[in-house]
């Protein structure tokens, strides 16, 4: 799932202070399940940018929406909009390009989108994919160098480990991790192959239309 947080409330206020109504809009999918985006974390925000107004002496008015998703148009084709002047968004980045895309109003980000992320335990979540379009988790044992390793190496570890330990002192070196579970998976020989460089012109796609010839492969 797509993992995100929510903005200082500072920052909030800055970005929608020049609009005198303002649409708060949720997203019941990943951004309610990381609990920054769901109907409580709307009404939460909504009561906290209330006391930021008094505190701040302006005089925005706000009103709550969710909607089940951000990311696809029959969702936002519902949304009751009309007589707000900006929308502020508690959903990931493609939901606030999309709605910014159809509703033909300022859009705010509430959230910051961090990863694509695995469950740990209740509101826990681990970095495992940055969606870099050149998938090599067959090969690193299901362990993603590009999101795991603070440098991205392909072809590592590099010269900073230290007893198993990412040079920044933060997290294990991913590809001691990717060492250790090939060998318990008995591919350890896996670990000599030489990756290729990778192919950044897959990193980024702009457009993804699988209706499209050629657009399957």
């Known amino acids: 799932m797509i993992v995100v947080r929510q903005k200082p409330i500072a920052e909030i206020c800055d970005m929608i202070g020049r609009h005198s ?20 974390e709307v009404d939460t925000l909504l009561q906290f940018l ?10 925005t008015e706000f009103g709550p929406a969710v909607l089940q998703r951000q990311c696809e148009p029959e969702y936002i084709e519902g949304l009751e909009h009309e007589g707000y002047d ?19 109003k300022p859009v705010y980000p509430a959230l910051d989108t961090l990863f694509i992320g695995a469950a740990k335990g ?19 044992a299901g362990i993603c160098p ?19 330990t990412c040079e920044l002192g933060d997290r294990p070196c991913a590809w001691v991790e990717i060492y250790e579970r090939l060998e318990a998976l008995g591919r350890v020989e896996q670990f000599k192959q030489i990756s290729s460089p990778p192919d950044n012109s897959t990193r980024i796609i702009c457009e993804w239309d699988m209706t499209k010839p050629g657009d399957e492969s």
């Not at 900006?86 to 033909?104: D, K, R």
């Open 146 to 164: 590009v999101t795991r390793c603070a440098k991205g190496i392909l072809n590592g570890p590099c010269g900073g480990v230290s007893d198993g």
């Open 21 to 40: 109504r303002v649409l708060l809009v949720g997203c019941n999918t990943c951004a309610a399940v990381s609990l920054a985006g769901g109907e409580t």
């Open 50 to 59: 209330k006391l930021a107004n008094k505190r701040r002496a302006t005089y």
């Open 86 to 104: 900006a929308i502020l968004s508690l959903g990931c980045g493609a939901g606030v390009a999309l709605l910014s895309e159809m509703i033909g």
């Open 122 to 140: 209740l509101a826990h979540w681990s970095a495992e994919c940055s969606a870099c379009g050149k998938c090599v988790l067959g090969e690193t």
